[in-house]
């Protein structure tokens, strides 16, 4: 889709090149009546092509039809047509590259306005003819103990980092060496991955690239090490290790999904006492972090997004009911509160990805006391494929520029 076209509707879902072979038919177009369509990005990585639009579309009701006793299917006329797409008003805009016999099955999709990353919705309930699922970009975000546990087995080049953190035990090396996942190494959130030497960005600056490639090697990361990082306590000291890295340039880096806890209730060992490893030699790509691999945020930034910004702590402090550690209550004017501990279930694993979609709307920036809860949300975001930039220095750079605006209640 090229920015400026004139249709009038889009298609959201598309079969890529040789899913006919896995899937059979996707028989209808789904319609989306566009507004103003900003940004399409095709990922064919997951098999199917999504386009996601910065604002708001809608989907009508006539488009899903099925009945009780089996979910609703995608129809089209004529299923040899090739993807096209745009096309004009009324017209089809998206058939399946070649005819098969089997529809893909779709959830029942709500009816009216869905936002950015709601898009997300389409692709994760698009069907499985042939036992075939779509699940975003989690993988390559999150990990399950089983799956860590079969990294573990299969001798792959692994580096697992203990990041245990809470803001009212800022230090975790006592409970890491009582304790802790097989080969994993304590990284310290106040020490390895924030840079208190530097004044005005918050209570939890961001480290220097340099800083983070020393400790890296430290943790015997190489290029082509797997990081795998964990906490016990809500993902933020392992969101907050994931973001860091990635900012950084490291390629893969993963969240152990429902943390510790996962892990042992997988079946997990524990073992005791520090882990040294053999220092790693990975080069990091970028040595400012503000300007890094991940977009950041300016205070003058987060300022111009309103309902878009998401505010991750929790409801009372959002409203300025209660500000037990910064020196001003409130929120950002406009700033939409989703606390990051909504996003995952009882057990501390993040919510399936249509949950997090539709808790998420179309968020763009995330900001929460110092921007170490804010990466759970930014976590989430990534796991959904959709973009959003980090204010790193959060409501507790905020509220300490005097001259900034400050919201309270709900």
């Not at 009945?67 to 004529?78: I, M, N, T, V």
């Not at 980092?161 to 409970?175: I, N, S, Y």
């Not at 945020?297 to 402090?317: C, K, S």
Request: proline share 6%.
């Amino acid at each position: 889709m090229r920015e400026g076209s004139p249709p009038e509707h889009v298609a959201a879902p598309a079969v890529a090149e040789g899913d006919h072979q896995e899937f059979g038919a996707v028989q209808d177009p789904l319609y989306l009546e566009r507004e103003e369509l900003v940004a399409a990005r095709a990922q064919r990585d997951r098999g199917l092509l999504t386009f996601l639009l910065d604002q708001r579309v809608h989907l009508p009701p006539q488009c899903v039809v099925g009945d009780a006793d089996e979910p609703p299917r995608l129809h089209q006329p004529d299923a040899r047509r090739g993807v096209r797409r745009s096309q004009q008003p009324d017209e089809d805009v998206l058939g399946n590259h070649l005819a098969g016999e089997e529809a893909a099955h779709v959830a029942a999709l709500r009816d009216g306005s869905v936002h950015g990353p709601l898009l997300v919705r389409t692709e994760c309930m698009l069907a499985h003819a042939g036992q075939r699922t779509f699940v975003g970009m989690r993988a390559e975000v999150l990990v399950t103990a089983t799956e860590l546990g079969q990294l573990v087995a299969d001798g792959a080049a692994l580096a697992i980092l203990d990041v245990r953190w809470q803001l009212t035990e800022p230090d975790g090396r006592e409970a890491y060496a009582t304790g802790h996942v097989p080969g994993a190494v304590y990284s310290s959130l106040e020490d390895d991955l924030s840079d208190h030497s530097v004044t005005g960005r918050g209570r939890h600056p961001l480290p220097s690239g340099a800083a983070v490639q020393a400790a890296a090697r430290r943790w015997g990361i190489d290029a082509d090490t797997t990081v795998v990082v964990y906490d016990d306590w809500n993902r933020a000291g392992s969101a907050r290790a994931w973001w860091v890295m990635k900012a950084a340039g490291l390629g893969d880096v993963r969240i152990l999904d429902g943390g510790l806890a996962a892990w042992i209730a997988a079946g997990g060992a524990l073992e005791t006492g520090a882990v040294t490893p053999e220092p790693g030699h990975v080069v990091v790509a970028h040595d400012d972090l503000y300007a890094g691999a991940l977009p950041t945020l300016r205070a003058e930034d987060a300022a111009q997004l309103g309902a878009r910004l998401v505010d991750a702590r929790t409801p009372e402090r959002f409203r300025g009911d209660v500000e037990p550690v910064d020196p001003v209550a409130g929120h950002i004017p406009g700033a939409t509160n989703v606390p990051s501990t909504s996003l995952l279930d009882a057990s501390g694993a993040f919510l399936p990805d249509v949950e997090l979609a539709e808790a998420l709307g179309d968020a763009k920036g995330v900001y929460c006391g110092s921007g170490v809860t804010a990466s759970v949300v930014m976590a989430a975001l990534a796991a959904l494929g959709a973009d959003a930039a980090l204010f790193p220095g959060s409501w507790s750079q905020w509220s300490a520029e005097r001259e900034r605006p400050v919201a309270t209640g709900g």
